[in-house]
């Protein structure tokens, strides 16, 4: 009989501590609907507002406050057990000495680093969305958008694991001392690895060339458009849509032009008429540069030169030198080709042609014999 009461008496125990951790379970269940279901109502009022901060704010802390409700829940639970063994595993003892530390405040500690690694990334990706609705004058350009968000989340990992350590008992200072020491080895065994990081920092710091820009270098076979640029490498799409990935150390060694940020582009063309038109030269070169001066897609700022320049074997040359108001690639060449055709119309209008290559035969007639045998040989006309 009092083996049956000591019997009834365990389970009762045992049935009331398995109850109390299913009440917590359901309670973190309820907590979590309802923060879920005030954050969703929240959100949908404020995303509303013209103030990015406040949709960025609850954007980043859905996840982290969830996952934090339920590790409190399930830690809350665990302690409420009767389970010895469970605690002790979501215990950390370090040394001897040192009291145990729960996981739980660690994953509270790495649960606030992620929700400002997340608050980092929508901000960036709300400044690199909103460039093109912004005045040109307050733009920030893409490129250091992404090397401010890297830095700030690389601070935002360092800082917080250190935290986490400090937390466990681990000294920060043997730790930094050990980093020193490693930093050195790591130095010799990955140079080009850090060649390329301190390589893409000078990018980021100097800027020749940001996301979008068309580059080429002249030293080597790059050109292309800029797709990203890491801290390790940088990724061009050529022309012909391949990509081509350049580790960032490279930069430091070779030129690199960046025709994206040319003012203008320019015209540069020789033109050729026949040496029996040589008398209307004059004339035509100052119709070509009055038609320049003219014309709504040259740049009157810039250099302007249309002159004679020199006797060739077929033609007598004069060259056009102006540049365009567009740095448009396409848009540039149907203004070059305007500009071809009205010089071509000027010519035409001066009685004058276009050279090509001519070659011109002078027979000299010496003896009345030679005359007769070319006269003979001309072809006739019945």
């Known amino acids: 009989m009092e083996y049956l009461k000591q019997q009834l008496y365990d389970f009762q125990g045992e049935s009331a501590w398995i109850t109390e951790i299913f009440i917590i379970v359901l309670a973190t269940l309820f907590i979590n609907l309802i923060w879920r279901y005030f954050h969703s109502k929240l959100y949908s009022k404020i995303i509303k507002t013209r103030t990015f901060w406040d949709d960025a704010f609850l954007k980043a802390l859905a996840s982290p406050v969830t996952w934090a409700i339920w590790i409190t829940g399930i830690t809350f639970a665990i302690e409420s ?198 008398h209307q030269m004059s004339a035509v070169v100052e119709a070509v540069k009055a038609m320049l001066k003219e014309h709504p897609d040259i740049e009157p700022e810039q250099t302007m030169i249309v002159n004679f320049n020199a006797f060739n074997a077929s033609s007598v040359d004069f060259f056009v030198y102006a540049f365009t108001k567009t740095t448009d690639w396409i848009k540039f060449h149907e203004v070059k080709q305007d500009v071809l055709l009205k010089i071509a119309k000027i010519i035409e209008q001066h009685k004058a042609e276009i050279a090509f290559p001519t070659s011109t035969l002078h027979v000299k007639m010496e003896s009345p014999e030679l005359a007769g045998i070319v006269q003979d040989s001309s072809p006739s006309k019945g």
């Open 81 to 278: 057990s009767e389970s010895n063994y469970i605690i002790d595993i979501i215990q950390i003892q370090m040394g001897k000495s040192s009291e145990p530390v729960m996981l739980h405040d660690v994953a509270l500690i790495g649960l606030f680093g992620w929700f400002l690694t997340r608050l980092i990334r929508e901000v960036e990706s709300h400044m690199i969305d909103s460039q093109p609705a912004r005045d040109p004058d307050e733009r920030v350009d893409q490129t250091t958008i992404h090397a401010i968000s890297k830095l700030l989340r690389i601070s935002v990992i360092i800082t917080f694991t250190l935290v986490v350590l400090q937390t466990i008992g681990v000294s920060i200072s043997a730790v930094l001392a050990f980093g020193g020491i490693g930093g050195l080895a790591i130095s010799f065994a990955a140079k080009d690895l850090l060649a390329n990081f301190f390589g893409g920092l000078i990018i980021y710091l100097d800027r020749p060339f940001a996301v979008g820009d068309w580059v080429r270098s002249p030293d080597r076979s790059i050109e292309g458009t800029v797709e990203y640029i890491g801290w390790r490498q940088t990724r061009i799409r050529t022309f012909d849509k391949r990509p081509l990935y350049v580790p960032n150390s490279i930069f430091n060694s070779i030129t690199v032009e960046n025709p994206s940020r040319m003012s203008n582009r320019r015209i540069y063309e020789t033109i050729g008429i026949r040496y029996d038109d040589l």
